[in-house]
T-cell receptor, first 115, second 115 residues
Framework: DADVTQTPRNRITKTGKRIMLECSQT?????MYWYRQDPGLGLRLIYY???????NKGEISDGYSVSRQAQAKFSLSLESAIPNQTALYFC??????????????FGPGTRLTVL | GENVEQHPSTLSVQEGDSAVIKCTYS??????FPWYKQELGKGPQLIID?????GEKKDQRIAVTLNKTAKHFSLHITETQPEDSAVYFC??????????????FGRGTSLIVHP
């Protein structure tokens, strides 16, 4: 199932480097999200976008920025990577739909290591 | 904001046994409680959900229960199989007026089913 794709799948970089993680979706959803997963900390929301002109900070946005280039594309940038940004990053999409279920459809994840 | 606590962090069972994962939430305005399953190397996927007007919901070997008064909900898996081994996340979410349908996730439970 390639409805939500993320590139790259793995990335190793050095402290201070600028990194961009990309997400594309073919589900036709307006809503897109970036989450970070750390062992024992679960899924934490970094940024979300409800349409192309809408960008909102999540609970842990410091050190990150995003760009919504089109309905189908949502990129996450680390302007100057630091080791504690080493984590598994997930992009997700959703459509509130009737009744507001707003099921999150996750991509396969990008494993980022900052040395 | 909403706070979701999830226990245990790790659960190890023998094939055929039952498994129970428990979550509590803090915001009484939350009205929708999804559960996601994350298999190794993949993004989380919705497996079952429950709304606040329902006390229990079943889908084959999995069931969810909700106690609104105590603000806790649980996932029950019966007759566990090795393919049930995964990380499970609970989540809680308010309606559009309270939070735009964005879920708050628990920290996850790693379920290991031994053959």
């Amino acid at each position: 199932d390639a409805d939500v794709t993320q590139t790259p799948r793995n990335r190793i970089t050095k402290t201070g480097k600028r990194i961009m993680l990309e997400c594309s979706q073919t589900k036709g959803h307006d809503r897109m999200y970036w989450y970070r997963q750390d062992p024992g900390l679960g899924l934490r929301l970094i940024y979300y976008s409800f349409d192309v002109k809408d960008i909102n900070k999540g609970e842990i946005s410091d050190g990150y920025s995003v760009s919504r280039q089109a309905q189908a594309k949502f990129s996450l940038s680390l302007e100057s990577a630091i080791p504690n940004q080493t984590a598994l990053y997930f992009c997700a999409t959703s459509d509130p739909g009737t009744g507001g279920r707003n099921e999150q459809f996750f991509g396969p994840g990008t494993r980022l290591t900052v040395l | 904001g909403e706070n979701v606590e999830q226990h245990p962090s790790t659960l190890s069972v023998q094939e055929g046994d039952s498994a129970v994962i428990k979550c509590t939430y803090s915001d009484s305005a939350s009205n929708y409680f999804p559960w996601y399953k994350q298999e190794l190397g993949k993004g989380p996927q919705l497996i079952i959900d429950i709304r606040s007007n329902v006390g229990e919901k079943k889908d084959q070997r999995i069931a969810v229960t909700l106690n609104k008064t105590a603000k806790h909900f649980s996932l029950h898996i019966t007759e566990t199989q090795p393919e049930d081994s995964a990380v499970y996340f609970c989540a809680a979410r308010k309606g559009a007026s309270g939070g735009s349908y964005i879920p708050t996730f628990g920290r996850g439970t790693s379920l290991i089913v031994h053959p």
